[in-house]
């Protein structure tokens, strides 16, 4: 949550800075292969103890395929096109990652390590719609803990709301929520 509002909403990942290590901790170099909407790129980190992989990366907009040793690396923002995509269409990890491979080999570009973008790209893609669910329920359960509950009772909300859908649903799903009184008996969904 930190990293979006730094970035306000991944807009201008390119001012994030990642600060070099304070410690006198035994780095190792490690090598990744960054994806990009147009490109990979190989980037190489210094990791030690208080500076880690993933930590450096997630600073930089990218998210990585394994904790400990990432091999490949994916740009927040293909996660979140691929995310916005899903959501549109059926989704098809297989068929978009070798759209994707095959567009990048277009351009001259290989992946250098012997799997297959698709696996990594699936458990980045899965870790990543893990990491936003998990942000978006820690937020809800922030929001609920300061906010009492509505009751009809006590004035707070009135019969009406709970007596009819918002507008917003039936402009939304007219199929469902189609007319003003949707829930009389009898009605059926084929008239």
């Not at 979006?4 to 390119?14: F, Q, R």
Request: charged fraction near 15%; charge should be neutral; include cysteine.
């Amino acid at each position: 949550m930190q990293y979006m509002h730094v970035t306000g909403s991944l807009s201008t990942v390119e001012n994030v800075v990642v600060p070099p290590c304070v410690h006198s901790c035994a780095c190792r170099q490690l090598q990744v292969t960054c994806l990009y909407f147009n490109r990979l790129e190989i980037m190489t980190l210094s990791v030690c103890p208080c500076r880690s992989a993933p930590l450096q990366l997630v600073a930089l907009g990218l998210f990585v395929c394994a904790p400990v040793s990432p091999l490949l690396i994916v740009d927040f923002h293909v996660l979140e096109l691929v995310k916005a995509l899903f959501v549109h269409m059926t989704p098809n990890l297989s068929g978009w990652t070798e759209a994707l491979e095959s567009f990048l080999n277009n351009r001259g570009y290989k992946l250098a390590t012997e799997d297959n973008l698709r696996r990594r790209f699936s458990t980045a893609y899965h870790w990543y719609l893990v990491l936003t669910i998990t942000m978006v329920e820690h937020v809800v359960n922030l929001v609920s803990c300061h906010t009492r509950p509505l009751n009809v009772e006590d004035g707070s909300v009135s019969d009406h709301e709970h007596v009819q859908p918002s507008e917003y649903l039936r402009v939304q799903c007219p199929l469902c929520f189609r007319d003003n009184n949707w829930r009389r008996s009898g009605d059926t969904v084929n008239k």
